[in-house]
């Protein structure tokens, strides 16, 4: 079983930046795809960012602001988040997809491993 750890949250002011990380345990790394979601209170858990071997993709709402990039030395995927807004305040969770070498999209974490979340707050 997976292990994945974020860090990288807190609070921020509007137009701000944060790094999010998340390590990652086992040999394997490299061959899933990683990505990042998030939830808001009251609202259901979104996709954000995932990067598999062939790219990456975003979620329209943080395209040109979000970048995901990962180190397979490290067994780390990172979340460079720039020009925050208020609206991108939620519980950010790291996740693993259920099998290797698949597409970096949303439908390749159902199954997946998640890490515990970090928080992100935006003040206006």
């Known amino acids: 079983q997976v292990q994945l750890v974020e860090s990288g949250g807190g609070l921020v002011q509007a137009g701000g930046s944060l790094r999010l990380s998340c390590a990652a345990s086992?040999?394997?790394?490299?061959?899933?795809?990683m990505g990042w979601f998030r939830q808001a209170p009251g609202k259901e858990r979104e996709f954000v960012a995932a990067?598999?071997?062939?790219?990456?993709n975003y979620a329209d709402s943080v395209k040109g602001r979000f970048t995901i990039s990962r180190d397979n030395a490290k067994n780390t995927v990172y979340l460079q988040m720039n020009s925050l807004k208020p609206e991108d305040t939620a519980v950010y969770y790291c996740?693993?997809?259920?099998?290797?070498?698949?597409?970096?999209?949303?439908?390749?974490?159902?199954?997946?491993?998640w890490g515990q979340g970090t928080q992100v707050t935006v003040s206006s």
């Open positions: 996740t693993r997809s259920q099998n290797t070498y698949t597409a970096p999209q949303a439908i390749a974490f159902i199954g997946g491993s």
């Open positions: 086992g040999r394997t790394f490299s061959m899933y795809t």
């Open positions: 990067i598999s071997w062939s790219g990456s």
